[in-house]
């Protein structure tokens, strides 16, 4: 079983920062992809970006301004999330994926509230 807890959320002002963490705890593998997701009111939730032992990808509405990270002993992943703007306001979901075989099995965290005011 795997548990995830989100935290770094906030209000901030457009051009601002945030640095949002996930800790997990149960079975992590550095092999499992850990990824941020997001989802505004009214729309579905989305990519973010993810990250798979060193390969990251993101989503072309963040790419240059946010950056994935993680530190394995700690069970650790992090959003660096620079210059925001309003259309960045969501809820960020932290995720792992693990793939057994053919099958892939996703792991969420409750989610946490990022605010940009223009």
């Known amino acids: 079983q795997v548990q995830l807890v989100e935290s770094g959320g906030g209000l901030v002002q457009a051009g601002g920062s945030l640095r949002l963490s996930c800790a997990a705890s149960?079975?992590?593998?550095?092999?499992?992809?850990r990824g941020w997701y997001r989802q505004a009111p009214g729309n579905q939730r989305e990519l973010v970006a993810t990250?798979?032992?060193?390969?990251?990808n993101y989503a072309d509405s963040v790419k240059g301004r946010f950056t994935i990270s993680r530190d394995n002993a700690k069970n650790t992943v992090y959003l660096q999330m620079n210059s925001l703007k309003p259309e960045d306001t969501a809820v960020y979901y932290c995720?792992?994926?693990?793939?057994?075989?053919?099958?892939?099995?996703?792991?969420w965290g409750q989610g946490t509230q990022v605010t940009v005011s223009s």
């Open positions: 995720n792992v994926q693990k793939t057994w075989g053919l099958r892939k099995y996703d792991y």
């Open positions: 990250i798979t032992d060193g390969s990251t």
């Open positions: 149960g079975s992590i593998f550095s092999t499992d992809t």
